[in-house]
Structures are given as C-alpha cells and as structure tokens.
C-alpha cells in the first residue's frame, strides 16, 4: 500500500512563487522516481518534472528555468518549486511515483491534486 499526498498549492499573483510538496507513505521499500504532472480541463495531462532515484531530472520546456524538482528520501517527499508562475501554468497539479513494494514489484500511485491558480 502506498499513497501520496500533496500540498503547497494556492492562488499566486503573476510573477510569485510556490512550494507544492508530495509525501508518500504506506507500505513500501524505496520511490524510484518521483514526477510531477499537471492538467487543465479539458486537456491531457501533462509532464511537468520527473526527477529518478539516481538525481536525474528533467523538466517540460514550458516550465524549464521556472521550476525546481528535488527530493528528500530520508522523508519520501519530492518538492516542486516555482517561480516567475505564468496565468498559463493554472492547473491541478499531481504527484506521481513509482514504488518498490517488494523486491521485483513495482506500484504506481497518484496523489489527488493540489490546484495552483495564477491570477490577478
């Protein structure tokens, strides 16, 4: 059993910046990635930032330069920061990971959405 939780989302004026945290608890041995994905009514979800348990991390060129993915493993949480946010980056945003629940099984799970509003 795993499940993720994330967090951080809001309303943000043009230019601001936000914090979104993904925490994964539950039964499990190790998170091999952790990814951040967003979507908007209507669209496809969209890859937004992967990050691999070896550092690897790699970022939607609509956001590349804006935002940071990291990961802590002594916490099981990933974060996702983002600056200079645009009207367009407006979305539920979601957190995906891959989990080992044992050795050779893998699990992937999916948080329920934070909602990151870019207004004025």
């Known amino acids: 059993q795993v499940q993720l939780a994330e967090s951080g989302g809001g309303l943000v004026q043009p230019g601001g910046s936000l914090r979104l945290s993904c925490a994964a608890s539950?039964?499990?041995?190790?998170?091999?990635?952790m990814d951040w994905y967003r979507q908007v009514v209507g669209k496809e979800r969209e890859l937004v930032a992967r990050?691999?348990?070896?550092?690897?991390?790699n970022y939607a060129d609509s956001v590349k330069d804006r935002f940071i993915i990291s990961r802590d493993d002594a916490k099981n949480t990933v974060y996702l920061q983002m600056d200079s946010l645009k009207p367009e980056d407006t979305a539920v945003y979601y957190c995906?990971?891959?989990?080992?629940?044992?050795?050779?099984?893998?699990?992937?799970?999916w948080g329920q959405g934070t909602l990151v509003t870019v207004s004025s």
């Open positions: 990050i691999t348990d070896d550092g690897t991390k």
């Open positions: 539950g039964s499990f041995v190790s998170i091999n990635f």
């Open positions: 995906n990971a891959k989990a080992r629940v044992r050795i050779g099984r893998y699990v992937e799970v």
